[in-house]
């Protein structure tokens, strides 16, 4: 490999930047982290850090040539440093992870982005951008981020519009563990958004849900797990219109405890992916009873709580739902249940068999001329019930055989010869004989 005599002339200037301003920055980081001691080998593309004499896509020679993703997450990065540098180093990069940080300024982080022309992905969660005002002209650097992550920011929602209106490609945007409990929409919405994973905030109200599909019209998948949401509030014309493509939500944790919130859910007409466990309504069903009912009362829905629905389970579920609300009062019946009578008649319950192992028979044991009704217990063996005998027909294990007689079949005796054999595997029912038979001297 080739020795760079260039690196530790950079670590020196970024050591003297570090003097002059708290914190470290963007560009030291990544000449640390990156230098040719620490990653001594030649890998290949995507794996690490590769050494050539012209880095692609770098205008600056003798440089080290980073990953196109690129991650510096808890790395106490507080400023950007020298943007010609960043330039250098991160022509090619796609992706980066800013996540656990200290940045707390807007500008500092647009200096890093603007630097990145080919960035698709930015994470900056857990960076502490409470209450920090992003300046419109920063903006234009984040033009481009197609991803975008700001869990654990407790950045304003302002900022979040802000950003939204600005990034005409974005597709995905996460937002969780920021506290909202209240949203606005903006005068003009983002239609390019097909993801929003919004989990872990305080949005208990349907209305600000409803916010969230008049901002997004595009969106393909929204995530609300743990949220608490209420209920579902709007009627069918609304909820058709608030969310036109959506194809898959998560409801897991949240308030919803009446049938009706869920019924709600087909009136989306593209919604096939569901997810909804530790509700309220859910908890006083079996794991069973639950899936059956819901994937009953969601006859369009192909995915339910990340497990496929076969047109054979749902076929088992709708027949278990119309025998669930059998004995319940015309009045109390969901509008499904009638749905289903119609598709399948109305059922009656199944019968109750119990496939339970039996444990226990009621025989006749027969010795000579002796007769004798004997409990067995079906789990011992063979040489267990010999021992249980010998206070019966006053013979000893050792000096007796033994042979099942079943009653109900036209076979002779069957010599039950082996003392290991559990009694269970010879289907022993009430009513049959044991035959004993002194053995012979």
Known sequence: MMKQNTTPELRGRAMESLEDTDGRSFVEVIIEKYSPENFPYRRGP?????????????????????????????????????Q????????????????????????EISKI???????????????????????????????????LVLNNTRVSWDTVLQLTQELPDLEELFLCLNEYSRVHAPRVPCPSLRLLHITDNSLHDWAEVRKIGSMFPSLDTLVMANNNLASIQDNKEI????????????????????????????????????RLQGIPLLQTYTNAERRSLMIAQLPAISTLNGSVVSDSEREDAERFFIRYYVDCPEEELPCRYHCLVTKYGKLEPLAEVDLRPRCR??????????VEQLNIRLDQTVAELKKQLTT??????????????????????????????????????????????PKKK
């Open 361 to 370: 028979a009621q025989v006749e044991v027969h010795c000579d001329e002796k």
């Open 46 to 82: 995507g794996m690490g850090v590769v050494m050539i004499t012209t880095p692609q896509g770098s205008p600056m020679k003798d440089r080290l040539n980073l990953p196109s993703v690129l991650v510096l997450n808890g790395c106490g990065i507080s400023r950007a440093g020298d």
């Open 239 to 274: 909820l058709q219109r608030l969310f036109p493509n959506l194809r898959s939500i998560n409801l897991h944790n949240s308030g919803l405890n009446q049938w009706e919130d869920i019924e709600k859910l087909n009136f989306f007409p593209k919604l096939e992916e569901v």
């Open 113 to 147: 982005v603007s630097n990145i022309p080919n960035l698709d992905f930015l994470n900056l969660s857990s960076n502490p951008l409470a209450g920090v005002p992003l300046d419109p002209q920063c903006v234009e650097a984040f033009a481009g981020v197609r991803r």
């Open 392 to 437: 019966v027909v006053q013979l000893s294990a050792n000096n007796m055989r033994l042979y099942y007689i079943d009653k109900g079949m036209p076979f002779g005796p069957e010599e039950m010869k082996y003392n290991t054999r559990a009694l269970h595997s010879y289907s022993i029912q009430d009513g049959d004989e044991i035959l004993v038979v």
């Open 84 to 107: 010609t540098e960043i330039a250098a180093f991160c022509a090619h990069v796609m992706e980066l992870d800013l996540s656990h940080n200290n940045l707390q300024d807007w500008h």
